[in-house]
């Protein structure tokens, strides 16, 4: 079982930055590849960014490439996401989730969720 928890979200305007984190709890985080969905209102969940387990590979949606990047620090047992040059559109709930797998792209494959986070970006 891995829990995680999300902080980090919050008000910005257009342009500006935030650092989303993602604690997960127990000792086997170093074998879970990473990822971060975001959900709009009306819209449905929709892929951002994943990191492998070991950190080698990541991957990036098309909307938030050079924009975003996802890291992991397995000391810390956390995943981040660092998110600049944000626009109104990047507002949503965001959520980490956690894989078994090398890498996943889609939200089905992934096992764990946390509860979300609110980024709201106004213009």
């Known amino acids: 079982q891995v829990q995680l928890v999300e902080s980090g979200g919050g008000l910005v305007q257009a342009g500006g930055s935030l650092r989303l984190s993602c604690a997960a709890s127990?000792?086997?985080?170093?074998?879970?590849?990473m990822g971060w969905f975001r959900q709009a209102p009306g819209k449905e969940r929709e892929f951002v960014a994943a990191?492998?387990?070991?950190?080698?590979?990541?991957y990036y949606a098309d909307s938030v490439k050079g924009r975003f990047t996802i890291a992991r620090d397995g000391a810390k047992n956390t995943a981040f996401l660092q998110m600049n040059s944000l626009k109104p559109e990047d507002t949503a709930v965001y959520y980490c989730?956690?894989?078994?797998?090398?890498?996943?792209?889609?939200?089905?494959?992934?096992?764990?969720w946390g509860q979300g986070t609110q980024v709201t970006v106004s213009s």
């Open positions: 127990g000792r086997t985080f170093g074998t879970y590849s």
């Open positions: 989730a956690a894989t078994g797998k090398t890498a996943a792209l889609q939200l089905v494959e992934y096992d764990y």
């Open positions: 990191i492998s387990w070991s950190a080698f590979n990541t």
